[in-house]
């Protein structure tokens, strides 16, 4: 719970009954039982109000107010008094008409709506239906009089409430609500009163209705049909009104608040003999016989701090959406960054990661999410708004491979992150360059994989990676990876660092083997006249295959080191013939059908084929060609499928294209922007797959 409104007392212990009230702006409006109106204006600073009696119409009737309804667009104020209903000017409150035609009445409901014309102007229409003995009747305000709208309408029993819904309104009787459609006539029986409740029936601002059942609330459409699960309340509501996102409800003893979407209970007050509620723009009256209470809201912007607070994310979104616009993008930032945080803290990694990355959340505040990750300065800048536990065994592990993925997409991105991006991604950091990201997102995806999958270390720094040296030879040290040592340093050309620990690790002859490998900071042409001592035949292979010589490589390695002159062949596939033709040459048959029998679908059937001796079985290669022959099969297969989807793709963008270009869009004067809302005009503007049209420059801001 939190506080959504502040209750405070605005008349207290009046001499007179109190029977209805109506407001406006900061006019609060007291119909009696004794046909006195009050008028009161209601002034406030923010933590306190000022209550003044402006007026008191002693003659406003002679007999007992019933009902009020102040149309300030249109400057009346309609009554109830006497069973009939009057029309008065809201200001002078002098008299404008009285509809004879409506003697005899209960009770009455409008419905006001504020139209833009084509010109610009605003218009309020309004519409009135009056509930007399079993029927009621319609009209709408036009020429500063009510006019029939429609023929009466017969209803099964007296009304005890009454609420428009579009074209529809929801009648209340003793026993069961209806609908009855204003243009037919239809009625439809919605559901039974229960017993010994009065109905309560009110339209919300979306149009729809709020129809009280008991304890519960319910949410009907103009067709009756049924919306959202109802809202339950401690005691039978006397009364209700929306304040989006809230519902209040006046009961007995209370007045209760809950959301509308949630359906939570937000807040309880106090409130002892309420019996009706009425709302202005500013603020919610609600009255009891004697007294008038108001219910001031708590601004916006304080109640989604306080929520927030709380971790009611949800119903602080929902508060987001009405703050000025200029406010709310920063606001819902905060919520959004307290659901991801809860998130994680719920072990929903991946939903959490997902989270950070729609949000553009600063890569810092992701990864200080997992302490030892950052440098100790940028660490201890970071503050969570939420208490995080620490992980450890699979919780870790798991928080680590979704930190993982977040940080491959970060650096997948980074190329075409601009600069307003770039400086909300490098919060916290020293620079904004995407130099410094990249090093921070390369560095830190190391340490990721040295945790959790050190399979794609290697694979890592093989990329164009720009890790922190001095940090990655850190990390890559306490765990023992020294082959991915030598990759950073290839990586780096830290050749002295490299060849340093090849010969702390091996035989000096196999570390320059080693080195020779992947470093390119020597002339393998010069070298390779240097290598005629054959203690260093494994450093000549090397320098052979980097000049391309890959065939006097093979025949150097083959018969010294077999696994060696496999691992030639891979690297160069063309090189498979010629050692297969060494095999066999060297009466190596099983090793030459187990080599066939293992790289065979990725060789050549019919070259092979012609090497093999006329004397061998066909049953020894069955398994080579079989492997072959289905390779050969899969890349047929596989093409055709290309040359499938291929053509299937050509035909669809023919299609989209003749589609776009049969697409036309009729532009008239009246157009608005469907971001800003303002006129199109002759401004540059975008069509939008759903056929939306909008300024050229909102589209881009949009899109930034």
Known sequence: ????????????????????????????????????????????????????????????????????????????????????????????????????????????????????????????????????????????????????????????????????????????????????????????????????????????????????????TVFVDSEGNLHRQALQWTESPLDMIHWPPYMLSVLPRYVEIRTVESRALVQSLELEGGQHVAKSTQAVFVCSAKHVWRLRPVPIAGQVEELLQQEQVDLALELVDL?????????????????????????????????????????????????????????????????????????????????????????????????????????????????????????????????????LVAPLLRLDNVCVPEEAERELKAHGKLQELLILYEKKQMHKQALELLLAEQPDAEALAQFLDWSDRYQPERLIHALHNDALWRSRVSVLMRLGHGEEALRLAAPRDPDLAERLCQEELGLFSLWLQLLLSSKEMERAVELLSRFGSSLDPLRIVDLLPRDLKLQRMAHFLVEALLALTRRRRDAQVLKSLSTSALLQAREQRMAAQARKTVLSEDENCHVCRRRIGLSAFARMPDGALLHLGCLKRDLQ
């Not at 600069?419 to 916290?428: N, Y």
């Open 1 to 216: 719970m939190h506080n959504a409104f502040q209750l405070e007392a605005v008349i207290e212990k009046l001499p007179l009954t109190i029977e209805c009230i109506t407001c406006f702006e900061n006019t609060l409006l007291v119909g009696t039982r004794e046909g006195h109106l009050l008028v009161y204006s209601i002034r406030s600073d923010g933590a306190s109000c000022s209550v003044n009696l402006d007026n008191t119409h002693k003659s406003f009737s002679k007999k007992r107010i019933a009902q009020l309804y102040a149309a300030r667009a249109l400057r009346i104020l309609i009554s109830l008094s006497d069973s009939v209903v009057s029309v008065h000017d809201l200001f002078s409150l002098a008299p404008i008409s009285v509809l004879q035609k409506t003697r005899g009445a209960a009770l009455f409901a409008v419905h006001a709506e504020e139209v833009k014309t084509q010109t610009g102007e605003v218009q309020c229409t309004l519409r009135l239906c009056v509930a007399v003995k079993r029927k009621l009747q319609l009209y709408y305000w036009k020429k500063k009089e009510f006019q029939d709208f429609k023929e009466d309408l017969a209803v099964p029993d007296t009304p005890r409430v009454i609420a428009f819904s579009l074209d529809s309104i929801c009648v209340g009787l003793k026993r069961d609500y209806h609908l009855i459609n204003m243009n037919t006539g239809e009625i439809r029986e919605l559901f039974p009163v229960s017993r010994d409740v009065e109905p309560v029936a009110i339209a919300l601002c979306d149009s729809r209705l709020a129809v009280t059942q008991d304890l519960k």
């Open 323 to 455: 703050l000025p616009a200029e406010e709310q993008s920063a606001h819902r930032q905060a919520a959004e960054f307290r659901r991801a945080l809860q998130l994680f803290r719920g072990r929903r990694f991946e939903d959490a990661m997902q989270q950070f990355l729609e949000l553009h959340t600063a890569v810092t505040l992701v990864i200080g999410l997992f302490p030892g990750l950052l440098p100790a300065e940028i660490q201890s800048a970071i503050h969570y708004p939420l208490q995080l536990p620490p992980l450890s065994g699979s919780d870790a592990e798991k928080g680590l491979e979704a930190l993982a993925g977040y940080l491959t997409q970060i650096r997948n991105s980074l190329a075409s992150v601009n600069d307003a991006l770039l400086e909300r991604l490098s919060a916290h950091l020293l620079s904004t360059s995407k130099e410094h990201l990249a090093m921070l997102v390369d560095t830190t995806l190391l340490k990721c994989y040295l945790r959790t999958t050190d399979a």
